[in-house]
């Protein structure tokens, strides 16, 4: 079965501050994407980033970055030097190449407080 | 500006009723998808369409109903079948040709049952 975990149900930072939202995925397809998307409060998901699963490199963007590691079926989202427009959900996706489907895990609602 | 535009942004429905949620995108995408979100919960499928005149149930499609008769458009009836319909509703849809792309989502219609 296909399945996406995000144990972390709510984090709450102080601004500055590094914070990892943790995402841990299950698949027996090989091939497979995964995807982060943030919803703030005005409610439309933002895409953020998409590894497929022959792609293990991280990868840095600003303060954002991500490490994807296939042995521990992991893609962790670290914010470095959180702000608070950082507030909001977030979620890990997962889909698998044989399918059109969109898997969501039950995201991380991050509250980055000054 | 390109983008999905969902409508309306909150809407009411009386017990019984079906009602219908708008979903129009200028993005030239092939595939579109209807999730429901719940709080603390991920999004979950609820009908997804690959082309014109042709869609699938996905995990709960259970009193909804969708149509996709042109490319930009794919309306979400719920009907009164459906027995718990208040939550918040989001649109998205993709590109069709390779499955190594991401979705885009609207910016939500919150539905609620009075």
């Known amino acids: 079965a296909q399945k996406v975990t995000q144990a972390q149900t709510e984090i709450s930072v102080v601004e500055k501050e590094d914070v990892t939202l943790d995402c841990v995925y299950e698949t027996r397809d090989t091939t497979y994407y995964l995807f982060w998307y943030k919803q703030p409060p005005s409610g439309e998901l933002v895409f953020l980033i998409r590894r497929n699963s022959f792609d293990e490199q991280n990868e840095i963007s600003g303060r954002y970055s991500w490490n994807f590691q296939k042995s521990t079926s992991s893609f962790n989202f670290t914010i470095t030097a959180s702000q608070v427009v950082d507030s909001a959900v977030y979620f890990c996706a997962l889909r698998m190449d044989s399918s059109y489907k969109l898997i969501f895990g039950s995201g991380t609602r991050l509250l980055v407080r000054p | 500006d390109g983008g999905i535009t969902q409508s309306p942004k909150y809407l009411f429905r009386k017990e019984g009723q079906n009602v219908t949620l708008s979903c129009e995108q200028n993005?030239?995408?092939?595939?579109m998808y209807w999730y429901r979100q719940d709080p603390g919960q991920g999004l979950r499928l609820i009908y997804y369409?690959?082309?014109?005149?042709?869609?699938q149930k996905g995990d709960i499609a259970e009193g909804y109903s969708v149509s996709r008769e042109k490319k930009e458009s794919f309306p979400l009836t719920v009907t009164s079948a459906q027995k718990n319909p208040t939550a918040f509703y989001l649109c998205?849809?993709?590109?069709?040709?390779?499955?190594?792309?991401?979705?885009?989502f609207g910016q939500g219609t919150r539905l609620t049952v009075v």
């Open positions: 998205a849809s993709r590109p069709g040709t390779g499955l190594n792309t991401e979705a885009f």
């Open positions: 993005l030239n995408h092939d595939a």
């Open positions: 369409s690959q082309i014109v005149n042709d869609f």
